[in-house]
């Protein structure tokens, strides 16, 4: 599992990868994160809860990453502890995080910009591109 940074012309990009799709979408938000400069502060941990609905895995992933970044905009929060269960068209997360210390720049939206996750040999994997 893990991800790397992917040249985009425009925007941000990042090639993810995990044995399964929890575990891929834990990768993406760890990848949208690294990708921001986000820096998690060491203060008190807060916990949330997140349940979404979709009609494919791509729609969950996006529908989750940009929960992570409202919660950002919004609350001043980022997570990086997650529990992901992923079932049919739903998604159920609980996840732990902190108040936001810094972040490089910020990530404006979550792109369905050829977006597809697809099953490997190892797992799964997608690249997504985010809007800066």
Do not use: C
Not at 102 to 124: C, M, P, Q, W
């Amino acid at each position: 599992m893990g991800f790397e940074e992917v040249s985009h012309t425009a925007d941000w990009s990042a090639r993810v990868w995990a044995p399964d799709l929890p575990t891929l979408f834990k990768e993406a938000a760890r990848a949208m994160n690294s990708l921001s400069g986000t820096v998690i502060g060491t203060n008190d941990r807060v916990s949330r809860a997140l349940e979404v609905e979709g009609p494919d895995p791509e729609s969950l992933l996006v529908a989750f990453l940009s929960e992570l970044v409202f919660y950002q905009e919004q609350e001043n929060l980022t997570f990086d502890d997650f529990d992901l269960r992923v079932a049919g068209q739903w998604l159920k997360v609980a996840m732990e995080g902190a108040q936001t210390e810094s972040v490089d720049k910020a990530i404006k939206a979550v792109t369905y910009h050829n977006l597809k996750i697809e099953r490997t040999t190892e797992g799964f994997e997608t690249t997504i591109v985010f809007d800066v």
